[in-house]
Each structure stands twice: as C-alpha cells, then as structure tokens.
C-alpha cells in the first residue's frame, strides 16, 4: 500500500472546508494505493462524555470508540466520490486502486485487539496500527492544525519531528502514537487540512507546511 490517510474529526468543525476536502480527494486519490481512514470528532466526544457521566470502565468505552469512528467514516464514504466503506484491510487491499476505501476501523482494531484501551490511543493510533498491517509507504494525519508546534516558539511549524522528542511533547497527536511507529519504516507526515492545496502537495510528495515525523 502506497498511502494511508487519515481524515481528522476535528475538520467536522468546518463543513466548508471538509467539503471542499472531500471533493479534492475524489481526484487526488484517484487510480492510487491509498486507503482513507477516518477520525472519531463530535461522534467519539460523546462517548467521553457518556464514559465520565455513567462511569464506563475503559474497555466499554474503547468499543464505543472504536464505533463512533465507524460513523464518521460512513459520512467521509458519502462525501467522497469514487469511495466505499469497508471493514477488513483484506477487502480495502483488494479494492484499491479503481476504488478509494475508507475503512471502518472497529472490526479489525476489536478483532485483532490492536490497540490500548484508553483515550491515549485514539484514531492517529488506528491510523498508525492499520498502516503497519498494509505495510504502507507513508501515513497522512490531516488535522485542524498546520503542524507540531515548537515548544519554545510555539508559532513556528517544525518541519520535522523525531519521535524521541514528541514523546516528550504535548502535541495534537495522540499520546501512545510514537509507540506505535516506532520500528517501522513509514514515512508520517501532519498536516492542514483547511488548507487542501498542502493535503494534494503531501499526497504528489511535493513540499509544503506539514510536519514530518522522523521515525528511529
């Protein structure tokens, strides 16, 4: 597999914008090894805040997780042309490249017990865990932001990241995400997804505003 991209739920935030996204995937993605995966946004918040008020132990909550992001990936498979909603890695391997699959994440995480039971492990951590199974060249993070911010500029992008150091860093990525890429080979990059024209850059491996994650 060629690319991994995983399609932040904080970007339901702006319909505009994801919209727009959406449709500049439709043909970015087009005739690619590539499958999409999607984030757990407005649909996961909800379950920490269902967890926290009926005092749900971890593993509940992590199906319930795992679930919601299912949701969000049904509405990314309505919103972008030539995509379909899957459940294995075996079928989105099959479908690609004459389709674009956007794998429902919940089956195969819950079946193969892939992941942490905790928040820390969220859907940059599936993004991550479904890259390693596909054996995938690079893995995108589109988020809200334009990358990790420098600790002691905190208005300055870094343009690249070594995992030793996010690990010591607050960042928009999940927590446990260093652990996970730890040891692979896969090229991982952050990037703005309010911004589609850096997202078609990252995808022609072309440069722009992204931070690059330098694995060790």
Request: net charge neutral; glycine share 6%.
């Amino acid at each position: 597999m060629d690319l991994v991209i995983k399609i932040g739920g904080s970007l339901c935030k702006y319909p505009k914008e994801l919209r727009e996204l959406c449709q500049g995937l439709s043909i970015w993605l087009r005739n690619r090894k590539c499958i999409l995966t999607p984030g757990g946004g407005p649909f996961a918040d909800l379950v920490r805040q269902i967890q926290t008020e009926y005092g749900l132990s971890d593993d509940v909550a992590h199906e319930m997780a795992l679930l919601a992001v299912d949701q969000y990936g049904l509405m990314l498979s309505s919103m972008i042309n030539g995509s379909t909603p899957v459940r294995t890695i075996t079928e989105a391997k099959r479908l690609v490249p004459s389709v674009i699959p956007i794998i429902l994440p919940s089956h195969a995480i819950m079946s193969l017990d892939l992941l942490e039971h905790s928040w820390d492990a969220g859907s940059d951590c599936i993004a991550a865990a479904i890259a390693k199974a596909c054996n995938a060249n690079r893995l995108v993070l589109i988020k809200d932001v334009d990358g990790i911010y420098e600790p002691s500029t905190p208005s300055n992008i870094l343009a690249e990241a070594p995992l030793s150091q996010l690990e010591q860093m607050k960042t928009c990525l999940d927590p446990l995400l260093p652990r996970i890429l730890r040891g692979s080979n896969i090229e991982c990059i952050v990037v703005n997804g309010l911004k589609p024209k850096r997202v078609k850059a990252v995808i022609n491996g072309i440069k722009t505003t992204c931070t690059k994650i330098i694995a060790e």
